[in-house]
Nanobody
């Protein structure tokens, strides 16, 4: 059973920083893209950032220049460094691996973490 476990959320003042981590555990053969999404109260889940297995990154316009996504393929871990946080960044942040293969012969799975709360006070 493959799981994604997020950590690093919390309460921070506007202008502060947080670093989220997401570690994949279980039987893992390969993970292509890894991504962070967020969902604020009353809003739809939105893509924050994604990173390919080769390190290519993509960011939502609202976080460009403030957030940095990175990954450690040896540890099957993805990170999200969040700087200059704003109250509108308040949300539950979810880790996602949309194309994960448990073994060389298995199908590709779309796996989600349980989410971690980020609250930015003004």
């Amino acid at each position: 059973q493959v799981q994604l476990v997020e950590s690093g959320g919390g309460l921070v003042q506007a202008g502060g920083s947080l670093r989220l981590s997401c570690a994949a555990s279980g039987s893992i053969f390969r993970i292509n893209t890894m991504a962070w999404y967020r969902q604020a109260v009353g809003k739809e889940r939105e893509l924050v950032a994604s990173i390919s297995n080769g390190g290519s990154t993509n960011y939502a316009d609202s976080v460009k220049g403030r957030f940095t996504i990175s990954r450690d393929n040896a540890k099957n871990t993805v990170y999200l460094q969040m700087n200059f946080l704003k109250p509108e960044d308040t949300a539950v942040y979810y880790c996602n691996a949309p194309d994960l293969r448990a073994t060389a012969a298995s199908t590709w799975y779309n796996v989600w973490g349980q989410g971690t709360q980020v609250t930015v006070s003004s």
